[in-house]
Antibody, heavy 121, light 107 residues
């Protein structure tokens, strides 16, 4: 059974870069037809798609974050990662990694438990 | 970007009730719509894809319908485990966006 687990710092300073990693177990990030993505949720608010990466390496980012986001895969470690730069308090959120299947589902069917990230000095 | 609007924002209901949540898209998304359930402190759970297809393992009391710009999620007979927040999400084009959520509360 595929499982995802986020890891990273819980507290980051404004203007710094957030780095989060999602460890994939019970499956492979190299599996065909899957996307590996990130979704965030500010406290008490709704869900926001950040972006994802296809098994081929193609990336898809939310235009609202594109200038600050990088998602990449490390096949040797079976994990994928998120970097978000120039942080502000508005980036405070629970960050989820998730697997997205292709058509017809094309939805996030497996999620990590989430990791809370606070941006504060 | 395609905007997704859910209604109501909050819904109070009792065990055994039939409830319906509506999700409207700002433009046609065909049937490229998913529904999720989220409980406090937990990750979302995938329920329905392509507007009406039930994900494996999801109870049959959940159903989805609609196409174009208007969609519904129906729970035929509420169970105690169903009280949660529900989100729709389109996948018609990038960026994928979610509705603001509907909180289903116990009356």
């Amino acid at each position: 059974q595929l499982q995802l687990q986020e890891s990273g710092p819980g507290l980051v300073k404004p203007s710094e870069t957030l780095s989060l990693t999602c460890i994939v177990s019970g499956g492979s990030v190299s599996s065909s037809s899957y996307y590996w993505g990130w979704v965030r949720q500010p406290p008490g608010k709704g869900l926001e798609w950040i972006g994802d990466i296809y098994y081929t390496g193609s990336t898809y980012y939310n235009p609202s974050l594109r200038s600050r986001v990088t998602i990449f895969v490390d096949k040797s470690k079976n994990q994928f990662s998120l970097k978000l730069s120039s942080l502000t308090a508005a980036d405070t959120a629970v960050y989820y990694c998730a697997r997205r299947q292709g058509i017809p589902k094309d939805s996030f069917d497996i999620w990590g438990q989430g990791t809370m990230v606070t941006v504060s000095s | 970007d395609i905007q997704m609007t859910q209604s109501p924002s909050t819904l109070s209901a009792s065990v055994g009730d039939r409830v319906t949540i509506t999700c409207r898209a700002s433009e046609s998304i065909s049937s490229w719509l998913a529904w999720y359930q989220q409980k406090p402190g937990k990750a979302p759970k995938f329920l329905i894809y392509k507007a009406s297809s039930l994900e494996s393992g999801v109870p049959s009391r959940f159903s989805g319908s609609g196409s174009g710009t208007e969609f519904t999620l129906t729970i035929s007979s509420l169970q105690p485990d169903d009280f949660a927040t529900y989100y729709c999400q389109h996948y018609s084009s990038y960026p994928y966006t979610f509705g603001q959520g509907t909180k289903l509360e116990i009356k």
